[in-house]
């Protein structure tokens, strides 16, 4: 089996923010398993694309969620017109044939079910199929990599300790106010001037974190907002709907957000 299906052949645009990509290649020489830290929308995803293209190396996104299964991950078998037969998960597939396997908001996902990659983690680079009754060894170009939002952890919702101690980390931020302008403006195909009037509105909400916000506006919202202006959206009613309306529910927190958008929008 080939993982074609799977490889990223254009350049996906990423503007780097300090010396991640120097990091994460040395992870991948070695094949460590790196964990990629930072709020929504910050540019973990896009990172791990241009890597995947960069490494020329097949990625296999896993979107995690709380009713996530071991068997969604590493397989089951399922009935076809032959018979019974077994299907390979994602994660099996990356580790039989050589790929990344990106888990994205690994968090999400219950504990029981994230202990499975713990043998992939370490010296041994196994992963056990017990319903299978086979033992797969990592692929030479496997790799484990998952995201992480620390900015939503609890009692009840964190990673293990044993499952962070086995991975290396990157940390993301929001880039300066200067490289975001450049991706947003890229990215939504607008013009610099309202690139950088954006910037300064998602700078605005994120101050409001821990004031009715739980995280501000990301810069995946700032390319959205961006992408509805480039389609003759005016500027107050694209921040509308793809900032304000989304972030909060709260009459009071939107109409504070309100005021400090058209803050930005009228200096």
């Given amino acids: 089996m080939t993982l074609d299906a799977y490889r990223i052949t254009d350049e996906p645009y990423y503007r780097p923010a300090g010396e991640e990509i120097a990091i994460f290649e ?111 060894r990592a692929h030479p170009d496997f790799q484990l990599v998952i995201s992480y939002n620390p900015g939503y952890q609890s009692a009840i919702k964190d990673l293990k300790e044993s499952t962070k101690q086995r991975f290396c980390a990157i940390g993301f931020d929001y880039p300066s106010h200067e490289v975001e302008a450049a991706i947003v403006a890229q990215e939504a195909h607008v013009a610099p001037e309202i690139a950088r009037q954006l910037v300064a509105i998602g700078t605005r909400s994120r101050n409001l974190e821990g004031h009715g916000l739980a995280e501000g506006a990301s810069t995946r919202m700032l390319v959205h907002t961006g992408r509805l202006i480039s389609q003759g959206l005016p500027m107050g009613q694209a921040v509308d709907t793809a900032i304000v309306m989304p972030v909060t529910d709260e009459p009071d927190v939107r109409a504070a957000l309100s005021a400090a958008v058209q803050a930005c929008m009228n200096p």
């Fill in 26 to 136: 040395a992870a991948w020489r070695e094949r460590l398993p790196v964990m990629l830290k930072g709020p929504t929308g910050c540019g973990k995803t896009r990172f791990i694309e241009h890597m995947a293209w960069k490494l020329k190396v097949p990625l296999i996104t896993v979107a995690c969620h709380e009713d996530m299964t071991a068997s969604d991950l590493v397989g089951r078998y399922l009935i076809d017109e032959t018979g019974t037969v077994w299907h390979d998960g994602p994660l099996t597939l990356a580790v039989r044939h050589g790929a990344i396997c990106y888990l994205d908001e690994v968090v999400e996902t219950r504990q029981d079910t994230t202990v499975v990659i713990h043998p992939l983690t370490d010296a041994r680079r196994i992963l056990p199929l017990e319903k299978h009754n086979e033992l797969v």
